[in-house]
């Protein structure tokens, strides 16, 4: 009795719930886990004379990424991210703000004007971008026609290049959430702490940005991780010359044919990302706000 | 006096941030003029830069590239099938997750948040290193695979946002009216959870139809949209690129403002 | 978010049905008598060869392009088998091919138009009686300069590397010839394996990467027309179309003896499609064919019957058809020893960094 009872209730709680989540579970162990843990097998492999990945133990990979030169590339793309996030916040957080507290019939319009540019393909945005600034391109035309300079100027091809095309990439990252955190403030906290007479600025460092805090850290970490592995905005508009750990990345799976190194150097990117969303978490930080 | 001082201080701060947003939008708007004008461009030069004059002959060049039309028509496939697939999977597993008690699913719900969060390019070169490994040949099915791992969890977080504030009552009431669990589902739980659910096949389907980096890696011979383009920028980018990324422009902003005006779901012909 | 931002795309859907409808028809005209999947390098084969191939044929071609010999490699290996029937390599490119076992020995039987290539170009030392390959294109990694914009005088690699050049080079973005090039304007050997000497490359490659702003192997000229830069090292014909559309462009062969190279036709060893690869590879070796490509990329053509049909605008033009002394005087990649070349791989990630 006892028995057929619980056999019973297996079968009506086991069945669904291996027929719902059974597939994701598959998905997440064939197409996420392992993969993974094959790219974290392979970092401790290395290659023989024709390119070909040898699974024998070694940690010559990461003995190497600790030289100079990658740990310069690292530096230089975590300096190149932390000054797009840095860019995207002193931007977007006043634009944020204008819009999302705008009152007229326009606001609507100007939330889907952020996003309208984003329904064209991003590369060729980016190309845009390398039109605009080249030599012969727009800006030239325009500041040589305004004779403000009688020479074409060099934009293209910079770090400053490749971080203006990474600003371009990620604002509406942290513009979207921000506004979604501004519109929900409550416009009678501002109006009281101004008639306690707390000046503007006040009321911005002691209200209003630790109120929107959450929105501000959730873009900061929407910009800052993914602009780390974006190889093409570099390679593009930095004219290869600026790389990042994205295209070193890219490179070894290439053209460099050196699968384990690739490899290595996304562990290290791995580690990198965990480190920061750890960061985020202990900031008090929803993960669900993340990527939504 | 004072009140006039702080009217004039108004309107400065007005116009200041009426400049300051101007600027950002005309940021966010270049590439776009750049693109669309040069759509228009009589060059037939590469890298087809400078303006020779203006033309329409790339809106009709465009449907003779039958390369880049059918990468366009690839990239639908794959955007269409991955949404899918991907909203089906997700949909079942943020039910269950939500629902059943069982082992690993705390690793279940930490898994999610990978795709999420790790630079695409490390998802890229991992699923790369797998199909490669176990030999699945690259092309069509490893593109729609690929999209649809890391599209689910962005279906799942939206279903699950929609089931927190769910009343599992009505789901008993039904039972308890002699339905099945299959017609409950179908009749009550389905409907009870659409709007999270489409939310999460469109964010599907536009993670997949503007996806670069992962496709790049495990596409083999088969050339999505965003990689057509990719290759063309290598040698210039040709003006019937632009001009088909003026009509999706188009086409996209029409039916947004057809579908945010009501005359798509018919709310005006109620009277 | 993402959610907000692109909620209008769902549109396109809409919109593709009707493109995809025009684009799928269209492309299964040709198809009647198979595929063939060409990789080729980027700007080397016209669209208008290839659908006159598939008109006279019926085969329907995929063509997918690459920016360098180890891209190509890297991506053949790493798709299953027969996923590429015909490939495109550069001289050591091939030798390394055949040393992997990775190609198929041509059917000469069926390549009657291998009568058309020049004598010098058969019988190369990288497959000794071309069992694997028939030779295409080839060319320098020459310099160019855009005269109206550098006034100092340019003659050799060693030039290159000149302060006053400083952010105003292009150069390939193929790590065997920007460091070969580098050594050879120390003195050195294209191919230098001595790691002392390779020390010296090193330093003397942080002095071009000051000078050099874009690194470019697919399309180098674009930044020489745009004027986004004023000089450098990119391949000979790329320098020749450069100069049709700025006539203040010049062709210079480095004293040095440029960096050579020369690409050949080959089959996989899986290919699954191996009589339409021969068709192929026989119809790029007519003449007139071969014509037809060299209007569009004029690169040193191995295809003597094809120059002949060329004229004067080819032949007499230094670019297009490199002098043969400067031919004489260059070398070509060897392959190297996996330590010389993980030496070399460090050299070029502290350069492009």
């Known amino acids: ?292 | 006096m004072k009140i006039s001082k702080k009217e004039s201080k108004e309107k400065r701060n007005k116009g200041l941030s009426i400049g300051f947003c101007s600027m950002v939008y005309l940021f966010l708007f270049i590439p776009i003029f750049v693109v669309v004008s040069n759509s228009f461009n009589a060059t037939t030069s590469k890298p087809y830069l400078s303006w020779k004059g203006f033309t329409f002959d790339w809106y009709l060049k465009l449907w003779d590239n039958t390369s880049l039309l059918s990468s366009f028509g690839n990239t639908i496939i794959i955007a269409v099938s991955s949404t899918v697939l991907a909203t089906i999977i997700g949909t079942l597993g943020a039910i269950g997750i939500y629902r059943y008690k069982f082992r690993g699913k705390g690793i279940i719900n930490g898994l999610l948040y990978i795709p999420v969060v790790i630079p695409e390019i490390v998802i890229g070169i991992a699923l790369l290193t797998i199909f490669s490994n176990v030999k699945i040949p690259r092309g069509m099915l490893t593109l729609i695979l690929s999209h649809v791992s890391f599209s689910v969890p962005y279906v799942i977080f939206n279903v699950r946002a929609r089931l927190s504030g769910y009343d599992k009552s009505i789901e008993e009431a039904s039972m308890d009216l002699g339905a099945n669990r299959v017609v409950t589902f179908f009749e009550i739980t389905l409907p009870t959870l659409a709007p999270g659910i489409a939310g999460g096949a469109l964010l599907a389907f536009t993670l997949s139809i503007d996806d670069v980096i992962i496709s790049y890696f495990v596409n083999g011979q088969t050339k999505t949209y965003p990689l057509k383009v990719m290759e063309s920028i290598k040698s210039g980018v040709s003006p019937d690129v632009n001009a088909l990324s003026t009509l999706v422009l188009i086409g996209t902003i029409g039916l947004v403002f057809l579908t945010q005006s009501g005359l798509l779901t018919g709310k005006h012909k109620k009277i | 978010m993402k959610r907000k931002i692109l909620a209008g795309l769902i549109s396109l859907s809409l919109l593709a049905l009707a493109v995809t409808g025009c684009g799928g028809k269209s492309s299964e005209k040709a198809g009647d008598n198979g595929e063939l999947n060409l990789f080729v390098w980027t700007e080397y084969l016209p669209d208008s060869v290839v659908s006159k191939f598939e008109k006279e044929t019926g085969i329907k071609v995929n063509v997918s392009t690459y920016s360098s010999n180890e891209d190509m490699l890297a991506k053949v290996k790493s798709e299953t088998a027969g996923a590429y029937d015909v490939l495109n390599p550069s001289d050591y490119m091939v030798a390394q091919l055949i040393a992997q076992d990775m190609l198929k020995p041509l059917d000469f039987d069926q390549l009657p138009n291998f009568s058309h290539i020049g004598e010098s170009y058969k019988n190369p030392s990288y497959d000794p009686g071309n069992v694997y390959s028939v030779p295409y294109m080839g060319g320098a990694g020459a310099i160019a300069v855009n005269t109206d914009k550098v006034d100092i005088e340019i003659t050799s690699y060693a030039d290159l590397f000149n302060p006053a050049l400083e952010g105003k080079l292009v150069v390939l973005d193929d790590f065997r010839a920007v460091i070969g090039m580098t050594a050879k304007a120390i003195g050195y050997d294209l191919n230098e394996t001595d790691p002392a000497r390779l020390a010296e490359v090193s330093d003397k490659l942080m002095e071009l990467k000051k000078n050099v702003v874009l690194y470019d192997s697919d399309s180098p000229k674009s930044a020489l027309i745009s004027g986004d830069c004023d000089a450098g090292m990119i391949w000979s014909a790329e320098v020749a179309m450069a100069m049709e559309e700025v006539p203040s462009i010049e062709v210079i062969y480095p004293e040095e003896g440029p960096y050579l190279f020369l690409d050949n036709w080959v089959v996989t060893k899986e290919s699954p499609n191996y009589d339409n690869a021969m068709k192929w590879i026989n119809f790029v070796m007519d003449p007139d064919n071969m014509a037809m490509i060299l209007e569009e990329f004029p690169y040193l053509c191995a295809n003597t019957d094809a120059i002949a049909k060329m004229g004067d605008s080819y032949s007499g033009n230094l670019a297009k058809n490199p002098p043969a002394d400067a031919i004489a005087s260059g070398s070509y990649v060897q392959n190297l020893d996996s330590d010389v070349l993980d030496i070399y791989s460090e050299m070029w990630t502290k350069l492009k960094e």
Not at chain 1, 246 to 261: D, M, V, Y
């Open chain 1, 1 to 292: 009795m006892t028995a057929k009872t619980s056999k019973h209730e297996f079968r009506s709680n086991t069945v669904p719930a291996f027929v719902t989540v059974g597939p994701v579970a598959v998905l997440l162990l064939f197409l996420v886990v392992a993969p993974l843990v094959l790219v974290a097998v392979m970092s401790f492999c290395r290659t023989d004379e024709f390119y070909n990945v040898v699974y024998k133990f070694t940690a010559v990979n990461y003995t190497k990424l600790f030289s100079v030169d990658y740990l310069r590339i690292y530096g230089q793309s975590l300096l190149i991210a932390f000054v797009t996030t840095v860019i995207c916040v002193l931007v977007g957080y006043p634009f944020a703000y204008v819009i999302a507290r705008n009152k007229t019939k326009w606001k609507k319009l100007l939330y889907m004007l952020v996003i309208i540019p984003f329904w064209t393909n991003s590369l060729i945005r980016i190309y845009g971008w390398r039109a605009f600034l080249g030599s012969s391109g727009w800006l030239n035309k325009l500041l040589m026609t305004l004779h403000i300079v009688s020479e074409p100027v060099d934009f293209l091809y910079k770090t400053g290049t490749t971080i203006l095309g990474m600003v371009y990439c990620f604002i509406p990252f942290m513009v979207l959430p921000l506004y979604t955190a501004i519109e929900k403030l409550d416009g009678s906290l501002l109006e009281a702490s101004s008639d306690l007479g707390a000046k503007p600025i006040r009321t911005l460092f002691e209200v209003i940005i630790p109120l929107t805090a959450s929105g501000i850290f959730s873009g900061c970490i929407m910009v800052f991780i993914p602009c780390l592995g974006y190889f093409f905005v570099s390679y593009i508009l930095g004219g290869g010359n600026t790389d990042m750990i994205g295209n070193l990345i890219e490179r070894q799976f290439k053209s460099a044919n050196n699968w384990p190194l690739g490899a290595a150097l996304s562990i290290i990117l791995i580690l990198v990302t965990l480190l920061l969303v750890k960061l985020y978490q202990k900031l008090g930080g929803d993960m669900d706000n993340l990527g939504v």
